[in-house]
């Protein structure tokens, strides 16, 4: 198992649509996690942050953590082609290092 | 400019030769990670560094794939002997480092990444 699980997609939604993307981790310890969206032919672009649990708001986007669950989710609301593109979830490991492990991202197409 | 910056942006090179590829983090962050992204796949962390010192070189395939960062600024990933396996985009990020737990612990802030390098090896 990964540490970091996320559906690779490709999710289809029409503009205006609300859109869920979601991952499951496998770590316990306290940590943040990352959301990135990443452009073709692009490096990843940072999104949002968060601490283990609780949600947090920034335009149309929201990301939620539920610690019990071991769920991350980033919510797009009101979608926009330009927002199509592939969104990588990370988890942030403690330590010296503080390196990320990625899930596969998932890609995000928003019809006009 | 004020990201990352990598460069090459692409890199073809036949298999058995020698490539480096650099990495011009933001100005002022002290942390430095490489990462190896292959297709379809989110980005798998190689090595770090913190100023010119390496802390972590977990990540790093083979000891083909070098890397250093010889002044604290600027970091070079070399590898040797390629192979057709190598091919992928090699992403570069910084981040800052700030000291936390009445500042005892260092943690790095959320990290910035350049576009990467194409790597084809053929």
């Known amino acids: 198992q990964k540490e970091v699980e996320q559906d690779p997609g490709p999710l289809s939604v029409p503009e205006g649509a609300i859109v869920s993307l979601n991952c499951t981790y496998s770590n316990s310890a306290f940590q943040y996690f990352m959301w990135y969206r990443q452009y073709s032919r692009k490096g990843p672009e940072l999104l949002m942050y968060?601490?283990?649990?609780g949600n947090k708001e920034d335009g149309r986007f929201t990301a939620q953590v539920d610690k019990s669950s071991k769920y991350i989710s980033l919510f797009i609301r009101d979608s926009q082609p330009s927002d199509s593109a592939t969104y990588l979830c990370a988890r942030q490991v403690g330590g010296a290092t503080n390196k990320l492990i990625f899930g596969t991202g998932t890609l995000l197409a928003v019809q006009p | 400019g004020a990201g990352v910056s990598q460069s090459p942006r692409y890199k073809v090179a036949k298999r058995g030769q020698d490539v480096a590829l650099r990495c011009d983090p933001i100005s002022g962050h002290v942390s430095l990670f490489w990462y190896q992204q292959a297709l379809g796949q989110g980005p798998e962390f190689l090595t770090y560094f913190q100023n010119e010192a390496q802390l972590d070189k977990s990540g790093l395939p083979s000891d083909r794939f070098f890397a250093e960062r010889p002044e604290g600024s600027v970091s070079t990933l070399k590898i040797q002997r390629t192979q057709q396996e190598d091919s992928a985009v090699y992403l570069c990020?910084?981040?800052?480092?700030?000291?936390?737990?009445?500042?005892?612990?260092?943690?790095?802030?959320?990290?910035?990444f350049g576009d990467g390098t194409r790597l084809s090896i053929l």
């Open positions: 968060t601490y283990s649990s």
């Open positions: 990020a910084s981040s800052q480092l700030s000291w936390v737990g009445g500042g005892q612990r260092p943690y790095n802030q959320p990290q910035h």
